[in-house]
């Protein structure tokens, strides 16, 4: 497992929203900046576009007033009432002119001064001289020389001021023109850098996606690889979460294929070393039941295993006595080595004690006291019978069993467990009796006939066993009545048995045959 | 959830597991992984078996060893729910008298010959 630095790890999504975040706020905040400085900047060149236009209206201006002067002058010198015709145009063409340049230098209070006193020393002019003179012209052919001087004295003032007025408007366009130039260099440099810094951020979140996301992606995809060519690469932590749970991830999986690896290696040894056990468990298994040579009485069996293992099922029949027989079929969980050898334990270790004269119930008692410990044994069914050959009484016991089934003229009786399975859970086990007519037939089996399944997986079931039991032709034999089951597994089932099949049965075929060929008595049993 | 196969199913639910399909050995292992680690002491813990359809005796095992651990904790391993099938296994096997099992999420008192309300 990789180790993890908890200071150090964080959520990629949550790193990468953040920095979303931020850029979408700059640039925000970049581009109002922008659109703030580039009106500021349009507005001053605006500024200085009407500015420049004053400037026009002070030519304007001014040649109305020389216009004025000299139309006077021409009038005094002729006499001529036309001369005064640019006198008149003057002045309208001054009204005019002033009206512009008000409007134009309302934010430029030294120039609008300059252009008030220029108005009125024109408007002195005109009425202490230029309107006094030329009334004396009229009059009479001289105009007073003293008046003409003060007059001409009159205008220079104006055009002095004129030339102050002039002044303060070039004053005015070159502030106008600074202030274009240092708005466009502020709007320009905010752009600049606003361009600037989105674009140090789209590296830096590059540069972060790289480091965070695409190195451990590769790294990542290079343990994968060399996963799959069977060289394991414990991988670094990540500072990523997201990240760095992958990386553990794989760590695990790594780990658990090579633990899987490992098993299935171990597996496969055991099992090499298991074969040749296998095969002669298999066999003491497979052999020690047989058909029993008893006169009156036809028994037979049969056994599969499930595909490709050895069988956890296992029975057998023999005689205790001249007229004393027993059966008995044992089911261990699983397949397999193990669950065979201890099926076979308990097949001994059953006959065993039927041998020294225990009862069924008590043979399963002691072998659950003595087998082994309950927590590691396997759980196990068995059914355990002792019939007297002479009268067909059966004492039995089932330590959680399939029921077994007497096949009587009058119909089936079942034979029902005595206790629980073997290995759950601490018991004892009873024994109880039933009684075999001539022509009966005790049928035993295992869990693996009414637990097979057909295609549609449902299983065959305790009642198909029972109707095929029922419909027994008269007479049967032991012999037929295994056959008959065995049809009916394989009939019913689908693909090769998953589960142990055994099957046993005995039949009380004859009475007349045991007289005089048996000792009566019966040897007495014992519990346990 | 987890399947172990498409005929078997193990869904959690507020008090324990709810199985579905059939428990046999090849489903075994992860209802095993899924059991142990939820027996606490003084627990009780419930399995649904209503969808179970099948117990082989690998299917047993694990119920019964989920049973005596929860009994030497303290607790109580509870069978809910049982189909006629599953109940006629236990009551073959002989376990009835053993295993807490109940119906509706009434513990049901069953009888010796395996009678059940679920019956």
Redesign the interface.
Known sequence: MSTFTPERSFSVERRLGRFVAVSIAVLCVAGVTCVVLFNAWARAADDRREVRSAVDSFGELSLSLSDQESGVRGYLLSGDESFLDPYNAGVATQIAATRSLSDVLARAPVALAALQVVNSLADQWRTSAAEVQIQQRRESPTVDTALVADGKRQFDMLRAQLETLQAALNVRVEELDQRVVNRQRVAVAALVVSVGFLAVMAIVTGRRFHQWVFQPLKTIGVAARQVSLGNPMKLPSFQAKELNDVSEAVNALQQSLAHERDNAVRSYETLQQSAVLALHVRSQLTTDADSLDIDGWSTASASRSAEGVVAGDCHDMGLLSPTRMYLLVVDVTGHGPLPALNALTAKSLLRSGLRAGMTPGGALTWLSNNATTEEDMELLTAFVAVISLSTGRVQYASAGHPPAYLVKESGLEELNPTGPLLGAFPATWGTDIADMPVGATLVVYSDGLTEVPNEHRIRLGEDAVKSRLSAMPPGSDARAVVQRLVDLFDEFRSGPPADDLTILAVTFSDHDALVGSRDSVEPGMVGT | MTDAGE?FGIEEIADGLRLTG?LD?STCPPVRTQLTPRIQPNGRLKVDLAGV??I???G??VL?DAHREAEARDGRLILSNPSR?VL?LFE????L??LHIESDGAESATTSDGSSPTD
């Open positions: 005929l059939e050995a359809t099948f082989d005796s690998s047993l095992r019964i099938v006629r073959i096997s002989g376990l008298p053993h």
